[in-house]
């Protein structure tokens, strides 16, 4: 009908080049106010002449995106290493023991509770006080949330601790799509 339909800040618009119809389906593009860039999508598929079913698709946020793909960076950097010069001496700094969450406010949680002992020829993460550390209330997502790594030959953290690959991790913090 060609007629927006506002509410609040977006508004759908019902036009030709911005409807699409297939098999029963409708596609509408969700614009914003300001610049009509696309924010989303709505479709709706009418299954009968009483109900339907209708999809609600955001894009993703270009600067959001972006922010996301540099905290993703800075993650993959800190767990494979980095790269180090001083006096013409290149050094390489990879860490032996890992361990990271995401956080309900930016606070350091972990610190008070890494305990490491020296066992003959590597060490040794103490899991109890890590197990208590692990039952923090600003974890986001609890202790499944965590993201535990070692280096065996080093330093070794009991596996029972360890619950999420890399990539899982990345999920949850919720920079995997970048």
């Known amino acids: 009908d060609g007629n927006d339909k506002k509410d609040g800040r977006y508004f759908l618009t019902k036009r030709p080049e911005t409807v699409q119809e297939k098999d029963g389906k409708e596609s509408y593009i969700l614009s914003n106010n300001r610049d009509s860039n696309s924010i989303g999508s709505i479709t709706i598929i009418n299954k009968t002449e009483n109900k339907s079913i209708v999809y609600f698709e955001l894009f993703q946020d270009k600067k959001q995106y972006k922010k996301q793909e540099r905290i993703r960076r800075i993650l993959e ?12 001496e290149a050094n390489t700094l990879i860490p032996l023991f890992i361990i990271a969450a ?7 949680i972990f610190h008070p509770f890494v305990e490491i002992k020296r066992e003959k020829d ?13 039952e923090n209330a600003w974890l986001d997502g609890g202790r499944d949330s965590v993201y535990i790594s070692d280096t065996p030959c080093k330093v070794e953290v009991d596996e029972k601790l360890k619950k999420l690959s890399w990539d899982e991790f990345l999920k949850e913090v919720g920079v995997i799509n970048c």
């Open 122 to 134: 590597r060490f040794k993460v103490l899991s109890e006080p890590l197990e208590k550390a692990l």
């Open 77 to 88: 950097t800190l767990k494979n290493g980095l790269y180090s010069q001083s006096s013409n």
């Open 102 to 108: 995401p956080v309900k406010i930016p606070v350091p």
